[in-house]
């Protein structure tokens, strides 16, 4: 297991262990795929992670809210177009959220990541405002 996949982990772990109904980790998995998505990736699985980040900083959804979004998402369209993947696709990584001090400073972070993330594909945002909206019936 490489460095970045056992940081995510442990990023994982940090957000799974945390009791409340805000569910923090959806932001962490959808900031992570958006931000290392290869050429590989499914289009499904860089549009959701996307459209979580849209639901977070253009709609204030909690994680939860994403998270059920998905599963609204997931019951509709079934092909998804092919996103470019920017060069730069933020300055916050992982290892920069799990710098921060646990607990509410490093659920800043997660914000602050998932913001910069969100920012990176901003040749994006109006494909997937638009799509998620028509998905979502909002």
């Known amino acids: ?6 940081q995510y982990n442990e990023l994982c772990f940090y957000t799974l262990a945390q009791a409340n109904n805000v569910f923090i980790h959806q932001h962490v998995a ?7 998505a290869t050429d590989s990736t499914k289009p499904i699985a860089i549009v959701f992670s996307l459209a979580g980040l849209y639901l977070l900083n253009e709609k204030n959804y909690t994680g939860k809210e994403v998270q059920l979004a998905h599963m609204k998402m997931a ?9 470019s993947l920017p060069l730069n696709r933020g300055r916050i990584n992982v290892a920069d959220v799990l710098d921060a001090e646990p607990g509410i400073e490093r659920n800043e972070m997660i914000y602050k990541w998932c913001k910069d993330v969100w920012i990176a594909y901003s040749d994006h945002h109006e494909t997937i405002s638009d799509l998620t909206c028509k998905l979502l019936r909002i």
Not at 75 to 83: G, L, N, P, T
């Open 1 to 6: 297991m490489n460095n970045l996949q056992q």
């Open 30 to 36: 959808d900031a992570f795929t958006a931000q290392t």
């Open 75 to 83: 019951e509709q369209e079934k092909k998804y177009s092919e996103i």
